[in-house]
């Protein structure tokens, strides 16, 4: 293991002993206390989701946080939920996952130069986490991106995730505001020399995929762009 794995792997271990904000924790406990019906068996996870993925990744997915009965119930991202499901199958179709299909840390899936991400790590109550909750998670992201050596393209999904990237390089000094990036779909930016693209997407919401904001060829055509662009 080189020097930076190491310290994604510590950095994981803090991310799931974080607690930061009290709200979530007592969300999250309660949460894991009451469960859904349909799966009233389950042990859900319950504490903050950690990152998934290959640790020499040169994609970065940034997600926004844990859905209360997906992540937060599996303890990894985009697993366990329809939005989860739509984005495994897309990264399977784009040579990223091993497998199209996400359902547990058990489950044998491995992403190859990708990783998953998110703004907040803790499920958040009606999928909003508060502007303090995402300020307290954002050292654990900028930690990872300091530590992903390999990183050449950033995937933003949905306008917090990218808000939340953008205000790390404008207090970095990397960017004098936010105002020229525009969030919308399958848009690239090249932000500086030194950073990461960085190419933004509709988030694969319930939302947004049963409204027909987002589809599945939309998503397949972020994410075969992202692995072009990482060359």
């Not at 790590?121 to 303090?132: D, I, L, Q, S």
């Not at 300020?135 to 390999?150: A, G």
């Not at 050449?152 to 105002?179: C, E």
């Amino acid at each position: 293991m080189n020097s930076s794995s190491e310290q994604l792997a510590v950095l994981q271990e803090e991310v799931i002993a974080c607690r930061r904000c009290p709200r979530l924790v007592a969300y999250l406990a309660e949460i894991g206390r009451v469960k859904r019906r349909a799966y009233r068996d389950w042990d859900y996870w319950a504490k903050p989701v950690p990152s998934f993925g290959d640790p020499n990744a040169r994609v970065l997915i940034i997600g926004l946080a844990p859905g209360a009965h997906g992540s937060n119930r599996t303890g990894r991202p985009f697993t366990g939920d329809a939005s989860g499901a739509i984005l495994y199958r897309v990264l399977y179709r784009a040579g990223f996952a091993s497998q199209p299909e996400s359902t547990s840390r058990e489950d044998g899936l491995r992403l190859t130069d990708l990783r998953i991400t998110a703004a907040a790590r803790c499920a958040p109550p009606g999928n909003k986490p508060t502007t303090e909750e995402l300020r307290n998670c954002r050292p654990f992201l900028e930690r990872e991106l300091d530590l992903l050596t390999r990183l050449k393209v950033v995937v933003a999904l949905g306008k917090i995730a990218f808000d939340v990237y953008l205000s790390i390089l404008r207090d970095r000094g990397v960017i004098k505001s936010r105002a020229p990036f525009v969030f919308g779909h399958d848009v690239v930016y090249r932000v500086a020399e030194e950073v990461p693209l960085l190419l933004s997407s509709y988030h694969p919401s319930q939302q947004n995929t049963s409204t027909g904001k987002l589809n599945e060829k939309m998503l397949l055509d972020v994410f075969r762009r992202a692995k072009k662009l990482a060359g």
